[in-house]
Antibody, heavy 120, light 110 residues
Framework: QVQLQESGPGLVKPSQTLSLTCTVS??????????WSWIRQHPGKGLEWIGY???????YYNPSLKSRVTISVDTSKNQFSLKLSSVTAADTAVYYC????????????WGQGTLVTVSS | EIVLTQSPGTLSLSPGERATLSCRAS???????LAWYQQKPGQAPRLLIY???SRATGIPDRFSGSGSGTDFTLTISRLEPEDFAVYYC???????????FGQGTKLEIK
């Protein structure tokens, strides 16, 4: 069974870049058939898809965040990463990484999530 | 962008009762790409239903999904204490591509 674990700073200053990494175990990012995705949840609110990457490096982002988001993959480490630039308090959220089977386009395995607070 | 609207916002029921949760889309959604999730406090969402009506691995058969077009329903036939949580619907739009979630329905103990 695939397991995912997010890691990165829990506190980021306004205008800086938020950086998170998702480490995958129990499966290989390079095996194909999955999109590797980031989702966030503002405190007490609903879920917002941020974007995904395929093992080949192809990406797609939520248009509302596209100008600030970069998702990359390191197949040698079985990790994928999120960078969100020019953050504000509105980017304070729990950030999840998740797997998306290409056949069903659902989020079937999730990390536990990591809270990132944007504050000076 | 397709908007998913869930109703009711909060549903108060007792264990043993039947729960019916609604998800309405602003335009037609492919049934193949409509899913439901359960989220408990402090936990990540858990996939319950995909393809509008297929149960994910390990999901009890008291959970069922139905619907097509713009109207979808999650039914919990007989509520267990562990079913009280927030439920989200989610769709995938292949034309963009784009994933969107409903705002959630909180199922609370009456």
């Amino acid at each position: 069974q695939v397991q995912l674990q997010e890691s990165g700073p829990g506190l980021v200053k306004p205008s800086q870049t938020l950086s998170l990494t998702c480490t995958v175990s129990g499966g290989s990012i390079s095996s194909g058939g999955y999109y590797w995705s980031w989702i966030r949840q503002h405190p007490g609110k609903g879920l917002e898809w941020i974007g995904y990457i395929y093992y080949s490096g192809s990406t797609y982002y939520n248009p509302s965040l596209k100008s600030r988001v970069t998702i990359s993959v390191d197949t040698s480490k079985n990790q994928f990463s999120l960078k969100l630039s020019s953050v504000t308090a509105a980017d304070t959220a729990v950030y999840y990484c998740a797997t998306v089977p290409a056949a069903t386009h659902v989020f079937d395995y999730w990390g536990q999530g990591t809270l990132v607070t944007v504050s000076s | 962008e397709i908007v998913l609207t869930q109703s009711p916002g909060t549903l108060s029921l007792s264990p043993g009762e039947r729960a019916t949760l609604s998800c309405r889309a602003s335009q037609s959604v492919s049934s193949s790409y409509l899913a439901w999730y359960q989220q408990k406090p402090g936990q990540a969402p858990r996939l319950l239903i995909y393809g509008a009506s297929s149960r994910a691995t390990g999901i009890p058969d008291r959970f069922s999904g139905s619907g097509s077009g713009t109207d979808f329903t999650l039914t919990i036939s007989r509520l267990e204490p562990e079913d009280f949580a927030v439920y989200y619907c989610q769709q995938y739009g292949s034309s963009l591509p784009m994933y969107t979630f409903g705002q959630g329905t909180k199922l609370e103990i009456k």
